[in-house]
Every structure is written in C-alpha cells, then in structure tokens.
Antibody, heavy 120, light 112 residues
C-alpha cells in the first residue's frame, strides 16, 4: 500500500480545507486509518482516526467539532474536512494506515504528507 | 490523557555501540488481552516516520534485528544493539491504548 495526500495549502483563519489521501493496493479497506500532524521543528500529534468500516471515528480535543474524518473504501480514499481553521493548525499532515482494522497500534504505512498553512 | 515521557531527548552514540531510549506512560498500557499498547517510530531526516516496534516488542516487517522493544505497564525501552549511521533521526514512542493517542517528545539520535 502507498498513500498520497493532497489538498493542503495556504488558507486564512476561519476558512476551510479538505485533505484527501489516496491509497493504492487492496489493504486499505481492511485497515484503520489515521491523520497525524507535525508542526515545523516539533514532534508528532495524533489528529483523528477511523476504523475500517467507519464504525468508530475519534478526534483529538484540539480539533473535535472542527474537523471531520471520513473514508470511501470503494475509492480507496481517506478524507479530512477541516473547518474553522486556526493558526495553530498549521502543520504537515500525514495520512497513515494501521496494520489492523481498528485502533492505532502499528501504523505501518505513512504518506509523505501535505502542508497546511493557516495565515492571514 | 495519557502523557508519554521519553528520555533522553538527545542521544549521541558512537557507531557500533549500543543505545537505549526509555519511555514512561502516565498510566498502564497493558490491556486485558495481555498486549502492551506501545509503539516505537523512527523519523529519519527528511522522511516520514516509520514503524519500528508495535505492541511493545513486535518488530515491524523489514526492521533489522538490532532493534528491540521491551517493557510492560508504564515503563518501556527501545534498544539498538549496534548503532549504524543509517539509524540517525528522531525516535518517538506512542501510546496506542486509548484516544487521544499520544506521542513522546522525541529522542534525537546522532552519531558522534
């Protein structure tokens, strides 16, 4: 499986952005997926995750109510709808596949990331 | 939230020497199923993170056997038996037990 993120860019505070992650290979539909972000020069922060069948979706407190994660297994795609963006959402966003259908243990495939910059 | 504390934050090592990184969780990561929900990741310069160890001690596919993970409950260790130049980068632990999933601060391993 390979993951390719898209949709990042420069956006003003309060506006919206939608990230997409395209997966190649058949393992996508059987795997939990997550979004993890990294701010410049800083560490990793888990943003959101979704089980294989979209049955459970979880969010970090910092994005809950503003971000929405979804997936389309028929299209091998993962999405992150980001609304009411803030300066502190500026980061490199990674799409990540888990080796299991639920949870986060063992994120074995990472995309190269897409950069989101929130600034006026 | 579970807080993950890594040490040391900086680790200079001579090639061929052993190295060890510790990670302490603010609460037990031992699940009723017997698994410890602790992962280790390495982010090499200019690259995305990569999985090294999952569920405490399971080496990911393709990871050299000089990498090993151990520990249980709240205290975990990543060991590199013989450091090579290609091992430089930032090492992160992750608690995978419950959301919000949290990473350690990262340990920068460099070659002396």
């Amino acid at each position: 499986v390979q993951l390719v993120e898209s949709g990042g860019g420069l956006v003003q505070p309060g506006r919206s952005l939608r990230l997409s992650c395209a997966a190649s290979g058949s393992a996508f539909a059987d795997s939990a997926m997550h979004w993890v972000r990294q701010t410049p020069g800083k560490g990793l922060e888990w943003v959101s995750g979704i089980t294989w069948n979209s049955g459970i979706i979880a969010y970090a407190d910092s994005v809950r109510g503003r971000f929405t994660t979804s997936r389309d297994n028929a299209r091998n795609s993962l999405y992150l709808q980001m609304d009411s963006l803030r300066a502190e959402d500026t980061a490199l966003y990674y799409c990540v596949k888990v080796r299991a259908p639920t949870g986060i243990a063992g994120m074995d495939v990472w995309g190269r990331g897409t950069t989101v910059t929130v600034s006026s | 939230d579970i807080v993950m504390t890594q040490s040391p934050l900086s680790l200079p090592v001579n090639p061929g020497e052993a190295a060890s990184i510790s990670c302490r969780a603010s609460q037990s990561l031992l699940h009723d199923n017997g698994n410890n929900y602790m992962d280790w990741y390495l982010q090499k310069p200019g690259q995305s993170p990569q999985l090294l160890i999952y569920l405490g001690s399971n080496r990911a596919s393709g990871v050299p056997d000089r990498f090993s993970g151990s520990g249980s409950g709240t205290d975990f260790t990543l060991k590199i038996s013989r450091v090579e130049a290609e091992d430089v980068g930032f090492y992160y632990c992750l608690q995978a037990l419950q959301p919000p999933y949290t990473f350690g601060q990262g340990t920068k391993l460099e070659i002396k």
